[in-house]
């Protein structure tokens, strides 16, 4: 049974800092592509940042770049997503993805909060 758990969500103020992780079980976890999205109320799911199932290769959304990172650790299953100088455009359910690099399999998680707020 695949899993895919996000945690690490909740409120920071302006010009703060969290960090998401996401644990995947049930998988390959090098054999896919992982990935952090987010949809905020009212607007459609949209990328936030994709890494290559060794880690070698990253992708970020314009909106996010040099703010955001995305790492994983394949030895412990596990993708982050850290995040700094939060905005309040930043405030979404952020969710994770793990797609198989070859194949069909596709994986979500159920997301978590992040709010940023004065």
């Known amino acids: 049974q695949v899993q895919i758990v996000e945690s690490g969500g909740g409120g920071v103020q302006p010009g703060g800092s969290l960090r998401l992780s996401c644990e995947a079980s049930?998988?390959?976890?090098?054999?896919?592509?992982m990935g952090w999205y987010r949809q905020a109320p009212g607007k459609q799911r949209e990328l936030v940042a994709l890494?290559?199932?060794?880690?070698?290769?990253?992708e970020y959304a314009d909106s996010v770049q040099g703010r955001f990172t995305i790492s994983r650790d394949n030895a412990k299953n596990t993708v982050y997503l850290q995040m700094n100088r939060l905005e309040p455009e930043d405030t979404a359910v952020y969710y994770c993805?793990?797609?198989?690099?070859?194949?069909?399999?596709?994986?979500w998680g159920q997301g978590t909060q992040v709010t940023v707020s004065d």
């Open positions: 890494i290559s199932g060794s880690g070698v290769s990253t």
């Open positions: 993805n793990a797609k198989k690099v070859r194949g069909p399999d596709d994986y």
């Open positions: 049930g998988i390959i976890f090098s054999f896919y592509r």
